[in-house]
T-cell receptor
């Protein structure tokens, strides 16, 4: 059974700083997803990573995937307040379409 | 497209009552998922359908929960009888197998059982 762990669970960072959220998964995952959730809102898809070494970037967010280490990272560059949210990673076990979510990382950007 | 539509957005009911949550997926999507989110347990997949057929319901907590998808544009999640521990936000999501099955989530239904 696929298990997904994220760390840290909580992250407070100052505007302008860089930081990384880590996502480890326990068994082979066909794909790795990153989602964002604002308080009281739904989940918004950010990235889908397909293969080893995949890197995707959107604005100040960059996601990467290392399938050999079973690790994905979400890197935040020069954080701004608008990035405050909870970020989830999720994996899919081969042969089905069940998303297994990590616990989420609540990110707070402090002015 | 309007995205995934869920109704009601909020539901408050008394213990023992029947609750029905509704979902309209994005047109053309062939997968539909029901999730539950709580502080204690995070996001849990309850059940998912492919082409209206239930594929995996292993996440359905117990027999009080049932889900149907009578056609490609409508699904329901029913709880009968409801209990206070069912209080949560229930999300419906849909995806299309031809585009990496990226799941698009609805706005959610916040259920409170008193």
């Amino acid at each position: 059974e696929l298990k997904v762990e994220q760390n840290p669970l909580f992250l407070s960072m100052q505007e302008g700083k860089n930081y990384t959220i880590y996502c480890n998964y326990s068994t082979t995952s066909d794909r790795l997803y990153w989602y964002r959730q604002d308080p009281g809102k739904s989940l918004e898809s950010l990235f889908v990573l397909l293969s080893n070494g995949a890197v995707k970037q959107e604005g100040r967010l960059m996601a990467s995937l290392d399938t050999k280490a079973r690790l994905s990272t979400l890197h935040i560059t020069a954080a701004v307040h608008d990035l405050s949210a909870t970020y989830f990673c999720a994996g899919i076990s081969p042969g089905n379409e069940k998303l297994t979510f990590g616990t989420g990382t609540r990110l707070t950007i402090i002015p | 497209d309007a995205g995934v539509i869920q109704s009601p957005r909020h539901e408050v009911t008394e213990m023992g009552q029947e609750v029905t949550l509704r979902c309209k997926p994005i047109s053309g999507h062939d997968y539909l998922f029901w999730y539950r989110q709580t502080m204690m347990r995070g996001l849990e997949l309850l059940i998912y359908f492919n082409n209206n057929v239930p594929i995996d319901d292993s996440g359905m907590p117990e027999d009080r929960f049932s889900a149907k998808m009578p056609n490609a544009s409508f699904s329901t999640l029913k709880i009968q009888p409801s209990e206070p521990r069912d209080s949560a936000v229930y999300f419906c999501a849909s995806s299309f197998s031809g585009t990496l099955n990226e799941q698009y989530f609805g706005p959610g239904t916040r259920l409170t059982v008193t």
